[in-house]
């Protein structure tokens, strides 16, 4: 069964520093998504991308955070300088279609890059 | 903004019992997911339903969204140990179905099975 990969699965940083994570999509996806959770919260949407640029984002994916297809098979999420907040396991996600009505829009995960800021 | 309240928080049961998982939604839903998250896993789809009164059955689990759309149920029938983990019911976040995968989750109901 075709999955969503990630790498890393866990990393650990100092504060300030650049993280980038990989994320490698279903090949036949078109629609790209980055979630996280914060340990003990709900998962959160953070941001969707489509045709080489940003569908939706949240309140979460402020200038910090920038996402990239940077060749035909990777999706990346740059955390440009890490805080203490930031601590969380991201998830990468990519679907078919983005309309529920077409009834693919249903989203395949990753097993997720848990990220650690000291 | 939609929130998704999911009941119970947490759920122990005997292995051989069945148990229900509800999900309420303080908005019409327009597209309800359930997925199941092992700790410290990836989240693993399970189904989706769209229709007022639809319901949909996958080996021992049935999935059923209310006439008015605003509650889901995920029933397990005769619960195995496989069944544990954290079960998340998600909703598009914008009317009409174009959620553009921009979903709001439920916090989740950890599920533990005793064999």
């Known amino acids: 069964e075709p999955e969503v990969t990630q790498t890393p699965s866990h990393q650990v940083t100092q504060m300030g520093q650049e993280v980038i994570l990989r994320c490698v999509p279903i090949?036949?996806?078109?629609?790209f998504y980055w979630y996280r959770q914060i340990l003990g919260q709900k998962v959160e949407f953070l941001v969707s991308?489509?045709?080489?640029?940003?569908?939706?984002k949240s309140e979460i994916f402020d200038d910090q955070f920038s996402v990239e297809r940077p060749d035909g098979s990777n999706f990346t999420l740059k955390i440009r300088s890490t805080k203490l907040e930031d601590s969380a396991m991201y998830f990468c996600?990519?679907?078919?279609?983005?309309?529920?009505?077409?009834?693919?829009?249903?989203?395949?995960f990753g097993a997720g890059s848990r990220l650690t800021v000291l | 903004s939609q929130e998704l309240e999911q009941s119970p928080q947490s759920l122990i049961v005997q292995e051989g019992k069945n148990l229900t998982i509800n999900c309420t939604s303080s908005?019409?839903?327009?597209?309800l997911y359930w997925y199941k998250q092992k700790y410290g896993e990836g989240l693993i789809f399970l189904m989706m339903?769209?229709?007022?009164?639809e319901e949909k059955s996958h080996e021992k689990i049935t999935a059923k969204l209310d006439e008015k759309k605003q509650q889901s149920s995920l029933h397990i029938t005769a619960s195995q140990p496989s069944h544990a983990g954290i079960y998340l019911c998600?909703?598009?976040?914008?009317?009409?179905?174009?959620?553009?995968?921009?979903?709001?989750f439920g916090q989740g109901t950890i599920l533990t099975v005793h064999p």
């Open positions: 090949s036949n996806h078109l629609y």
């Open positions: 998600g909703a598009d976040k914008n009317a009409g179905g174009t959620s553009y995968g921009k979903l709001t």
């Open positions: 996600a990519s679907s078919e279609w983005a309309s529920s009505y077409s009834g693919a829009n249903v989203l395949t």
């Open positions: 339903l769209q229709k007022g009164g």
């Open positions: 908005k019409t839903l327009y597209g």
């Open positions: 991308f489509y045709n080489n640029e940003i569908s939706e």
